[in-house]
């Protein structure tokens, strides 16, 4: 399989008639769940479970575990008599790359028992079968969903973390110049994203609140841009593409350059804090103002978007729906093929029906037991929890689809937000309350957070000729160990550093996620109110943007995500412009085009190595008491500008590359 390579049409949209043939094609017989890719597949996604738990607990940062994985899957397999096929490959990071879904669901809410004191309301138990029933959720409630995402919008998203992993699998594969192309990329993004964020020789975000001159919009007006200077955010625009880039950047501009100086023009006409307990609004510098309220205008519009969202899929979900249906139950009907092969859609059913009878009865006779009205709180949490995840898995999917960033600390909070209103309302208070609302939470969130892994693994998939069917069992399978790992360094933790200080824990794990979500818990089941008129603005424009035939889901995300990090898409996406329109020929012109992503895969890659090699020494800084690496604290005005240019040689140097090609390699 040395001469694998990805179909002309692997990217663009298909003509009429046209049909997408994946490497790999669905009559091949080839291996794909195999002993090595279990259990490889398990040893990848324990050692990431504690590695991404760890850092992201006592750092307050994450780490990419997909690409790593897919990276060391390669490198595993040149080292072996018989190399990996493609497919397995593929398995390996079904199974693996679960550490990094069930770290994002845990992570994000279960040490808030601890913070909130309700550990003796819970258990080893409780904490293990939360992210684990979220995964498995999400994995049924994506399948319906499969088929759309991959073939029906095959070319319409750009999928970037789907593109760089299938990238760095088929490179890897096949070797040759184009590996080459991919380390000398790949260690470009290591390089640059490590000097920035590891030894900060300059600043990783550019920002015109360092720049004297603009002093005056930055303390009076609050209007600062701000611009990341890693390179894996480069590759990402590069492969977004202009359009939804463009969006993005719209939804950001609108947020950080219009909304943020109209709070801050208001507030100086203020004498009272616009929100009880918090700083005058003229006092509060930018960042805390798109934090505070801003920011819950994005989650409306993310909120509303979401909605219209399924009901434009709606449709495409009834006809698949019946399809499947159909197919199985017809007399005669030939079976899908190898590459279209899904759980079947009684097993879908069926399994939903079972996790939706496991949560009602652990909340009515575990969480709720003996409270007046159990019954009914345990069937309207029951409804809150399928209704918001299977509401929000859509989204999460569509945004990872678009620019691989999915807002699921907004969403969860939402979640909280409304669970912890409707459950107060009812009656539901105190300790018990609490727990409700923080399961509920969890399990939104590691459901959101399946189904927006798992959607970039049906897209490597569909591009390489997996089976569907693989990929969703080995994204059960490692849940299951993922859940366990991760639980135990939740238990482990709380009693090595504690969540809380204390005169037993001093320092304690820093669990920024968790915190946010313990004060959500505790203002909304205390007050059980909420900043309804910043999500109604959000809905709103949401819908205006819709009505202009713009994507709503885009536009909201740039409104929630901070500037720095949607700007630089944007210059990516310019990048890319300009490559494809380096010349007239459309043949030179793809050739030309299709170097430049496998750059910005590499980029992309590097960046998620950088991370995290960058935790793995501030982790073993941290348990030694020692610092491994100088630290430059370039972080003043000329390590501004420093970071500013290195990232525009960047994006010059992308286009030089690419541009060199004259024929095909």
């Known amino acids: 399989m040395a001469d694998n390579r990805l179909p002309e049409n692997a990217y663009r949209e298909l003509k009429r008639g046209e049909v997408y043939r994946p490497i790999v094609p669905a009559e091949a017989s080839v291996l794909e769940v195999t002993l090595r890719s279990i ?60 550490s990094g879904i069930i ?8 040490p808030a028992i601890y913070i909130l004191n309700l550990q003796d309301h819970s258990s080893f138990f409780q904490i293990f079968i939360v992210p684990l029933l979220g995964a498995a959720l999400g994995v049924l409630f994506l399948i319906p969903f499969r088929r759309y995402f991959t073939t029906e919008m095959h070319g319409k998203l750009p999928f970037p973390e789907a593109t760089a992993t299938t990238e760095i699998l088929v490179t890897g594969d096949r070797g040759g110049k184009q590996a080459v192309v991919l380390l000398y990329s790949m260690g470009i993004g290591i390089a640059m994203d490590f000097c920035a964020v590891g030894l900060r020789a300059w600043r990783d975000v550019f920002t015109t609140a360092q720049v004297g001159l603009l002093a005056p919009l930055t303390e009076k007006v609050k209007a600062v841009f701000a611009i990341s200077t890693t390179a894996a955010i480069m590759g990402l625009g590069y492969i977004i593409g202009l359009r939804y880039a463009l ?38 510098p930018a960042e805390d103002i798109f934090y505070t309220y801003v920011r819950h205008i994005g989650i409306g519009g993310i909120f509303c978007a979401g909605l219209l969202s399924i009901l434009k899929m709606s449709p495409v979900i009834v006809q698949a729906l019946k399809a499947m249906f159909g197919s199985r139950g017809a007399r005669g009907a030939a079976a899908p093929s190898r590459v279209e092969r899904d759980f079947p859609m009684p097993w879908v059913m069926g399994g939903i029906a079972l996790l939706s009878l496991l949560i009602w009865v652990y ?32 989204v999460s999917a569509w945004a990872v689809a678009m620019i691989s960033i999915t807002p699921i600390s907004g969403m969860t909070m939402t979640t909280l937000i409304i669970s912890a209103v409707v459950l107060a309302q009812m009656g539901l208070s105190g300790p018990r309350g609490m727990v409700a609302v923080l399961l509920i939470g969890g399990v939104v969130c590691t459901c959101l957070s399946m189904t927006a892994s798992l959607v970039t693994q049906f897209k490597v998939g569909y591009w390489l000729g997996s089976t569907p069917r693989t ?16 639980t135990a360094c939740i238990f ?21 996620q968790a915190n946010a979500m313990a004060a959500v818990i505790q203002s909304f089941m205390s007050s059980g109110s909420a900043p309804w008129t910043l999500y109604a603005l959000g809905a709103v424009v949401a819908i ?38 380096s010349t007239g020929d459309g043949g030179l012109s793809k050739l030309r085009n299709d170097r430049g992503t496998l750059i910005a895969s590499g980029l992309i890659a590097g960046g998620a190595l950088a991370g995290v090699l960058d935790g793995m020494v501030k982790m073993t800084e941290d348990r030694w008491g020692t610092k491994l690496l100088p630290d430059f604290a370039n972080t003043g005005p000329a390590g501004n500008w420093l970071g500013l240019a290195v990232f525009i040689a960047l994006g010059v140097f992308i286009y030089w590359d690419s541009v060199q090609i004259k024929k095909e390699v």
């Open 544 to 581: 205006v943007v819709e009505i202009l035939g713009i994507s709503g889901l885009a536009f909201a995300l740039g409104m929630y995500l901070p500037i720095e990090l949607n700007a630089p898409l944007a210059l990516g996406a310019a990048v890319a412009w300009f490559v494809a329109k």
């Open 103 to 110: 770290v994002g669901g845990s992570v994000f809410t279960m």
């Open 363 to 394: 909340f009515r006779f575990s969480v709720l037991a003996g409270m007046e009205r159990a019954g009914l709180l345990s069937i309207v949490s029951l409804a809150l929890t399928l209704g918001v995840a299977f509401l929000f898995a859509a």
């Open 247 to 284: 969006i993005i950047t719209a939804g950001s501009f609108l947020s950080t350059l219009v909304l943020v100086p109209l709070f801050a023009m208001l507030g100086a006409r203020m004498s009272e804090p616009l929100t009880a307990g918090l700083p005058l609004l003229r006092d509060m």
């Open 492 to 512: 482990l933790f709380d009693r090595t550093y504690g969540f809380v200080a204390s005169a037993q824990h001093p320092n304690p794990m820093a669990a920024p």
């Open 39 to 98: 259990l490889f597949g398990l040893f990848m996604g324990l050692v990431f479970s504690a590695a991404a738990a760890y850092i992201a607990l006592k750092l307050g940062q994450g780490i990419e575990s997909a690409i790593p994985i897919s990276i060391l899957a390669v490198g595993f397999s040149a080292l072996l008599r018989r190399r990996s096929t493609l497919l397995e490959n593929v398995n390996i990071l079904a199974i693996g790359a679960t």
């Open 471 to 486: 990929i969703q069992w080995g994204n059960i399978v490692g849940a299951v160990l993922s859940s366990a790992a991760v």
